[in-house]
């Protein structure tokens, strides 16, 4: 059974940064895409980024530059480490894992993504 568990969440002020993680079980995490996605109150929600198998990363314009995402084979652990962050960051993050994404298309679609965290909130203050 896949476990995904996210933690590293909490309130920060703007320009600030926050780590999170996501410790996985029962699949490693360079066996498919890592996905993390974001969903604000009201909101669908979203792609934030992604690390292929072969360590192939993209970002979407709204966290380029900011966000990086990175993975610790040993410890079987995505990372995502969110630096300048903003309010319209504030939302609950989740990671997936993708064993059916093949290509960066089909990365930013949560559907096709089997597997998903429970979620840690972030918040940002202004």
Known sequence: QVQLVES???LVQAGGSLRLSCAASGR?????AMG???QAPGKEREFVTVMMSDGGTYYPG??????TISRDNDKNTVYLQMN?????DTAVYFCAAGPRVNNFYESSRRSNYDYWGQG???TVSS
């Open 8 to 10: 590293g969440g909490g």
């Open 28 to 32: 490693t995490v360079s066996s498919s």
């Open 36 to 38: 993390w996605f974001r």
């Open 62 to 67: 709204s966290v380029k530059g900011r966000f």
């Open 84 to 88: 300048n962050l903003k309010p319209e």
């Open 120 to 122: 840690t909130q972030v």
